[in-house]
């Protein structure tokens, strides 16, 4: 994918802000969450895996919209299903943040991955 603002801006940060509709309640709910990318995919890591009430929120209405500093986009979401791609998430997350954080700070189960697909937003 071309570099614009927002790929820009991905490649700088370390959190950014998702918003998702509650499953239950319908009202948009914005959270800080950490990330990985590359050039046509950020990938995100549920905490609690998928027990995590935003990865729950995004299997109902797949709709989420990712703010990183002035930037904003909407997709639509993508549940990883293989282990080899959660696998691949999972490591992605310990290069970027270290292997020591991602344990202290993922309690897991680390069993959940979403991809959202820079080329289509």
Do not use: C, H
């Not at 994918?1 to 370390?14: C, E, R, S, V």
């Amino acid at each position: 994918m071309p570099a614009d603002k927002f790929t820009d801006a991905l490649k700088k940060a370390k959190q950014i802000k998702i918003s998702v509709i509650g499953r239950n309640t319908g009202r948009t709910i914005t959270l800080p969450v950490w990330f990985v990318s590359d050039e046509n995919a950020l990938y995100l890591l549920p905490v609690n895996g998928s027990t995590t009430q935003w990865y729950q929120n995004l299997l109902k209405i797949p709709t989420i919209t990712i703010k990183v500093g002035k930037e904003q986009r909407t997709f639509k979401a993508q549940p990883l299903k293989t282990p080899t791609a959660i696998r691949k998430v999972i490591e992605s997350f310990r290069k970027k943040y270290t292997p020591e954080i991602i344990a202290k700070l993922y309690p897991g189960p680390l069993n959940a991955a979403i991809k959202l697909n820079l080329a289509k937003s």
